[in-house]
């Protein structure tokens, strides 16, 4: 069995409510997102249309893969980029779109690899955010919901590549 942690509607209520503050904050700027595949596709690509909706419609989307779990859940403290952006980001305002801050190796690493590009600003959201999994002293700038430490998958988060398909977010009870 497995339990409805977000319903798509609560998903979409917070989205809009981030994209308010999203919107406000990056007025009149050319703001660059950039999701953290594979787990940010979904969640990237309904931010973009609520920011457009919200006025915010100058905004490019480019990716980047880093991998951070070699064997199953288990975290690596150096994360690696895989596949890097096509796009330059030298005097751009960053926003960087990740699912979920775990140990938050991920952002922490990818925030310091932008700021050496010479980003004009460096900012990050994530849709969860896991505090008692927390390894580093980086934050995220924008955090959608906080969790306990529990494994979840659907609305692009996956277990073992499985799950991402589900609108809503659900915690895996039957392992
Ligand atoms: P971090 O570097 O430990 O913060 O790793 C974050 C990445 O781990 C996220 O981008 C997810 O891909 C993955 N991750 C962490 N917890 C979960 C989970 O509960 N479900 C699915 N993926 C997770
Ligand atoms: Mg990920």
């Excluded at 594979?38 to 980047?64: H, V």
């Excluded at 980029?81 to 991920?106: A, E, P, Q, R, S």
């Excluded at 980003?119 to 919901?145: D, N, Q, W």
């Amino acid at each position: 069995m497995n339990d409805i942690l977000f319903t798509q509607d609560t998903i979409h209520k917070r989205l809009s409510e981030l994209a308010n503050e999203i919107t406000q904050k990056y007025h009149n700027k050319q703001l660059l997102l950039i999701g953290v595949l594979k787990g940010s596709f979904i969640f990237l690509a309904d931010l973009q249309r609520t920011l457009y909706k919200n006025g915010c419609t100058d905004t490019e989307i480019c990716f980047i893969t880093v991998k951070s779990y070699f064997a199953g859940k288990i975290s690596s403290k150096h994360p690696k980029i895989v596949t890097d952006i096509d796009c330059d980001v030298k005097g751009k305002h960053v926003l960087l779109i990740d699912d979920i801050f775990d140990t938050g190796n991920t952002l922490a690493y990818l925030s310091n690899v932008m700021k050496a590009r010479r980003a004009a600003s460096v900012a990050s959201l994530v849709l969860l955010s896991k505090p008692a999994r927390h390894e580093v002293m980086y934050r995220p700038t924008y955090i959608g919901f906080t969790i306990t430490n529990q494994w979840v998958e659907g609305y692009g988060m996956d277990s073992a590549e499985k799950g991402r398909g589900n609108p809503d977010i659900i915690v895996r009870t039957n392992e």
